[in-house]
């Protein structure tokens, strides 16, 4: 345990500045620096107000905490009952790469399902609500949990470590990604190209216009990474393509309509 306590202030410091770098980063560049440049293909067509996005930084800091302490309790405490390990010709470098896409199949699958069940009305008011204030979310809301949602996100570690034989490198590549997508996720913003979810790749991709629906409208679009389950279950949004290509297709919009809810 003295290992435990003497690496934690330096996990939480690095999930907490990548928190403010990523998220941070992502906000000031389509809130604040360029956001009119970018206005057209701002999913809702005003900004959240100050008061919420302070609330998402909070909620977010508290859930850092959260993350470092099962990081360090998977990693340190209960290795010895993981599957993780540190030399990379254990398993060969083919192996360490093909983990990666791995562990974001399993997150998505762990999610939709951990998604859909927090959805359910005598869960959602104890657990999912917090996150869905944010109705009009910005990137800062990416970790905006009730602790106790908090800690089932997070659970996602011990289920990787404790199935897969997975480097811990490898690991920590695989949360750096989940963590850019989600704030991707939750931008406001579609980076995606016109008729981007209608390729063949595309079509199961989760894009930010499918997760801010689900944000808005507080159903539907429960995947993470993919749409997968959205589609195979039906619980994809009927009116999501149509959503999508409004995004897209909506003309330069005059510098007079931008607008902020304060």
């Known amino acids: ?94 192996y ?28 959602f008011k104890h657990i999912h609500f917090v996150h869905h204030q944010s109705t009009n979310p910005t990137p800062l809301a990416a970790y905006s949990f009730h602790f106790s949602e908090s800690i089932l996100e997070g659970m996602i570690i011990p289920l990787i470590a404790f199935t897969l034989p997975v480097h811990t490198s490898a690991l920590v590549i695989f949360l750096l990604g989940q963590f850019i997508i989600n704030v991707y996720g939750h931008l406001g913003f579609e980076l995606f190209p016109p008729r981007f979810h209608k390729t063949l790749i595309g079509k199961w991709i989760n894009t930010s216009v499918a997760h801010n629906q689900h944000h808005k409208h507080f159903n539907g679009n429960y995947g993470l990474y993919f749409l997968f389950w959205d589609r195979w279950m039906g619980t994809l949004r009927t009116d999501y393509d149509e959503q999508f290509d409004e995004v897209k297709n909506r003309k330069e919009m005059i510098h007079g309509k931008l607008q902020r809810n304060q």
């Open 96 to 123: 360490y790469i093909f983990t990666i896409p791995v562990m974001f199949v399993i997150h998505d699958t762990y999610f939709y399902w951990m998604h859909r069940a927090i959805h359910h009305p005598r869960l």
């Open 1 to 94: 345990m003295e290992t435990f306590y003497s690496f934690w202030p330096k996990i939480a410091y690095y999930i907490s500045l990548r928190y403010l770098l990523i998220a941070g980063g992502a906000y000031l560049v389509f809130y604040v620096l360029f956001r009119n440049q970018f206005f057209r293909q701002k999913i809702q067509l005003i900004f959240p107000k100050n008061k919420r996005v302070i609330m998402e930084i909070l909620y977010s800091i508290q859930t850092t905490v959260i993350f470092a302490t099962i990081f360090l309790l998977v990693v340190i405490v209960l290795r010895p009952y993981t599957n993780l390990y540190n030399e990379m010709n254990e398993y060969g470098l083919a």
